[in-house]
């Protein structure tokens, strides 16, 4: 089974839902407010492995004429960066309230997978998992039934661009360590 850049690059129009449910009140913080703390090797590091994946150049990928060109063919009103549909899964502009500091145009990226992350930014919260979880953070624990439940929502065959899927192969790219705490 092969995925390559096209499943991710061009996954316009899936009909997924959101990546994540918004927990109740929160608002989106921002890769930049994540990264603040998960950026050190120390700690994991999972800044530096999102801004390697292509996760991050997510939302980019509908600024082509090809992804254009999709949107159109699909019927799309609206150009595919601007599309709900194609945006879906390319950046969670749907979940993100307008007052929030999340940037679409930084594509996939951490609170599109652990959720809005007002309620556990916190170091105080962070350092404690299940107070993270209890803040709103998703728990995906180390199962990976979850996590692959989790990346399915936008990687699949809804995508008129969809390859085969292959989980261990892309978990291999993307995963991060849980950081840790001192």
Known sequence: MKWGL??????VCATAPAATATAQGATHVGVASCGLCHKSEAK???LGQW????????YTTLTTAKADSIAKA??????????????????????????????MKEGVQC?????????YKALAVMKDYAKSVAGG???????PAK????????HNDRSPTAKEFNFDEQWAKVAHPRPKVS
Not at 51 to 58: E, F, G, I, N, T
């Open 44 to 46: 994991g590091n999972q």
């Open 51 to 58: 801004q390697k994946s292509r996760h991050a150049q997510a």
């Open 74 to 103: 699909k019927g799309l009103a609206k150009p595919a960066a601007e599309s709900p549909e194609c945006l879906e899964c390319h950046a969670i502009t749907a979940a993100a309230p307008p007052d929030s500091k999340f940037n």
């Open 111 to 119: 609170e599109s997978c652990h959720g809005a992350g007002s309620g």
């Open 6 to 11: 096209t499943i991710l690059a061009l996954t």
């Open 137 to 143: 953070m998703q728990d995906f624990g180390k199962d």
């Open 147 to 154: 996590i692959k439940a989790q990346c399915i929502k936008c």
